[in-house]
């Protein structure tokens, strides 16, 4: 099991979730106030009262022209996180503030850097850009998660669990059947897990999304950047059908799917999850479809791991589990966020 | 925050709750057992069997003739603790006895002693005369709160958080903004905070209960005896209007609000409340009002303080509060506590 | 209190419980998946996968002709624990098996072994014959206690209580105020409690069972082999009536109460419970009224021990019970659960 690695960039929200009311978020264990101020940008600082630590989130706790009110004894603060106002007495302590967290809105999410502030680059937020692209249409949600997030880093990073927990909706019997090949890229950070199948059937989520009958090509392409960001480039075309020479596709069809994985206690996950699509993109009937039946197969991962969790919960300490070829990838994972943890 | 002071009295119950049945309620983390003799008076005892732990106020435990028959075997007790009967022997071991706790019924109040009974002076029982007084007229409840006393002492000693957490009851503007004076008698053990509004607005609780229109002149005299006794000396009169040379003040209104903070465990405490007036001492309607208003207010309370004691349980270690000039009678408090548990 | 021995045997369902479906109950802390293969037999082994540690009885996980395949990723498991195949690679790791508890079927019962499954010896398994015995009909049950097992194990030893807690279904006043004789037999680690009534009211439960009318000779000979087996031989007789010179009790009613105490975590307790009699054995009135009866008395237990394990949750360390001639059986089975524990 993996600690939380500070000093990184998480995904809070999505942009769409933040507006003129007040917005409150646990990440990292750290209670979060968000809100989008009167010119248009979010703002993050903590959810805690200097002065009694009361949540600045909490009714009657109110947002008045981009100052937030505490609802206990009226201190109220700005934008930037500075006590203006306190009660019975006019002169502020100098450090009644609270301090703001960066914050980057990119790719249509919002992103936050927990940990010291000195040290956060927006130039290493990572990407995922189709998911605010014209090319791509982006289906998208999140659930919560009553487990650690390394489970779900693990259960992304092998796909094989596909066939079994995902059995009807997008897993067939070539995912598990077909080996993986794992990359790491030490200096970037990020771990790459491929399976391709020649040869396979097409699963429900597919066939019905795309059209395509019979046999299929489909490739799993995983890039995961942690400790937040895991995308799988999925390419389903017909059967031997493979990329031109010059790299174009165009008999394929292509398919994001996005994972955000935030930590929001050591026990909790906030599960994002995209699915952005370059084909059908207006049509409204697969956008339902897709969005349906990933949220499905994302529950039936929540169930699964929220079980994991309780198990590891009541077993003796030192408990070892049993890895094969197909966990090459999330060990990959585990190790280098095991380095984000101790460096 | 502060533990709990043992050898100190505190309020278990209203008069009016203990009566010929068993009654348990747990106080600073003892679970005692309690009922009205036939002679009228109340005994307390601890609520557990010596013999195997059962609760004595568990059924099918119960009472006959003023002895208490343990519904797991039979153990028999007196009203003095001592144990009459046991199963299958005549002989009733010398060590067959529940030690009871001093206990002392004064101004509608059921007031029992924690710690060593040997340090029980019902001399040293706090006063709060008004609540039996025939020139008063008393509403009075209890709700349970979800949070350390050491909250509720914090909220009661600085009422600047009437104006936002309970603006539109007792709340006005004129309270979070007027300074107070703040004394302590180290002796006595007494904290004394007074805040004098000479022109305020006048809140709906004493609007609709006094009848008076227009601003008024609100005094607020808080005197606490901790651990358990708050007492806010409540004078309410038209603007300008001052007590008389000789003291008397007939063209005000006296409202004390009582509050009664015993620990039930670390974390829960009983918030009994009482409202006494000097006015419309008759007036259903009136009482009616306050009782419930008063109760809203208590309320509004239990929820902020419930979220309050959320909030500590997941904060870390050494986290520091922020305090200014409104918090000096807490900080006060706070002191006498801590002495009181480390003397 | 007393920590759960292992290497014992212990009752982990009642045979009927357990057929070709998945059949999961923790045991001792230890969660155990269950089937009865094609051959008829029970096997038993963790109910966790080696990989990831998802619980095989969890949907999708599923059995398929004796072999359980994991929900998860697919790992599939033979009845002997052995993992027969795993995803993406044909080479099954040789540390990829699941170690079978040792299982005995007998008396009705499904003993399985906890501990080290070389110390399991078949020929230990404590004898409750009488649950499936021509001679006797049974009813039989399980419910869930949530206290610790050794809070049954008193109850059990020491029948006083049956005067309070069972009055009005198998508690008369004779049974709290007839001395009891305790004897241990050290070698075989067995608790006999006896209690021999000459003249005592017949309780609802036997007057309603037997259709005996008046007053009964009534013995309760108690027979526990710690940790799991507990035997109440109880006879019923017209007062005054003995056995025979030759052992032979014609004119007696036998009723065998036995219960099985199974701990299922440190605080919680599987409370098996079992009531054989040697009359009206075709009587199906007589069944459905004993099975409703015993069902109502083990109620009572459980929210009494269910109430006592809170208790003892709270209350400070150190506390000290009181114990009398009632409790030799129950001390005397103390000792040798906390030898078992130790040795």
């Excluded at 100052?67 to 206990?72: A, D, E, P, T």
């Excluded at 919002?110 to 014209?134: E, K, Q, T």
């Excluded at 796909?159 to 970037?188: C, F, R």
């Excluded at 392409?221 to 937040?228: M, N, W």
Aim: some cysteine; glycine content about 6%.
């Amino acid at each position: 099991m993996t600690a939380i690695p500070r000093n990184h960039w998480y995904v809070a929200a999505y942009s769409r979730e933040i507006g003129g009311e007040l917005f409150a978020r646990t990440i990292c264990g750290e209670p979060v106030l968000f809100w989008r101020t009167r010119d248009g940008s979010v703002t993050a600082m903590p959810d805690r009262c200097v002065h009694r630590r009361f949540p600045l989130s909490q009714p009657p706790s109110r947002l008045v022209d981009d100052q937030v009110i505490c609802g206990y004894h009226g201190f109220t603060y700005g934008a930037d996180g500075k006590c203006v106002s306190v009660p019975g007495q006019t002169r502020i302590p100098r450090t009644a503030r609270l301090t703001p967290y960066p914050v980057v809105e990119q790719d249509s999410f919002v992103w936050i850097f927990i940990g010291d502030p000195a040290n956060a680059d927006p130039a290493r937020v990572p990407r995922a850009s189709c998911l605010d692209s014209p090319g791509y249409t982006t289906v998208a949600g999140m659930e919560p998660l009553r487990a650690r997030y390394s489970l779900l880093v693990d259960n992304l990073l092998d796909l094989s669990h596909e066939t079994y927990l995902h059995g009807g909706y997008i897993g067939t019997p070539e995912v598990a059947s077909t080996p993986i090949t794992t990359e790491v890229d030490e200096d970037a950070g990020i771990v790459y897990v491929s399976r391709h199948m020649d040869d396979a059937e097409c699963p429900p989520f597919y066939a019905k999304s795309t059209g395509l009958q019979g046999r299929i090509t489909r490739w799993q392409d995983i890039e995961y950047t942690p400790p937040c960001l895991y995308k799988l480039h999925s390419r389903i075309a017909p059967a031997g059908c493979v990329p031109r020479p010059d790299g174009s596709d165009p008999d394929a069809f292509h398919v994001e799917v996005v994972y955000a994985i935030t930590p929001e206690t050591e026990h909790t996950t906030h599960d994002f999850w995209a699915v952005a699509r370059d084909f059908a993109l207006d049509d409204e009937e697969v956008s339902a479809f897709l969005a349906e039946s990933n949220r499905t197969v994302v529950l039936q991962d929540v169930e699964a791991l929220d079980v994991l969790e309780r198990v590891i919960a009541t077993e003796p300490p030192g408990y070892q589990e049993l890895s094969i070829n197909i966990d090459t990838g999330g060990l990959a994972a585990r190790r280098l966020l095991q380095r984000m943890v101790t460096s």
